[in-house]
């Protein structure tokens, strides 16, 4: 079965950085796209970032464009999130996330499988 574990997760401070890491395993990891979203206490989930099969692609919300990277290693199935210029508005559950076939990246009902999240508190 489609199984997302996401790592990487923590406490940093404004204007910190963290990298999160999702190993995937159950199904053909090069044959879609996949994505990070997240969930704040309180607020509907919300995709970040997406990231073609190949990793030729990639897409980001407008809250993380320019602070947030995306990338996949499709030789160790896992793929990865690296956010810089954190704020305390990044705060929220992050999940790991594979995309529905011929769909947008942009919708969070896109995702039918997804892991059991890191959390990400942003504070000082």
């Known amino acids: 079965q489609v199984q997302l574990v996401e790592s990487g997760g923590g406490l940093v401070q404004p204007g910190g950085s963290l990298r999160l890491s999702c190993a995937a395993s159950g199904f053909t990891f090069s044959s879609y796209a996949m994505g990070w979203l997240r969930q704040a206490p309180g607020k509907e989930r919300e995709v970040v970032a997406g990231?073609?099969?190949?990793?030729?692609?990639?897409a980001y919300a407008d809250s993380v464009k320019g602070r947030f990277t995306i990338s996949r290693d499709n030789t160790k199935n896992a793929v990865y999130l690296q956010m810089n210029n954190l704020t305390p508005e990044d705060t929220a559950g992050y999940y790991c996330?594979?995309?529905?076939?011929?769909?947008?990246?942009?919708?969070?009902?896109?995702?039918?499988?997804w892991g059991q999240g890191t959390q990400v508190t942003v504070s000082s």
């Open positions: 990231v073609t099969w190949n990793g030729g692609s990639t």
């Open positions: 996330a594979r995309k529905m076939r011929i769909s947008t990246w942009d919708r969070a009902t896109h995702y039918p499988y």
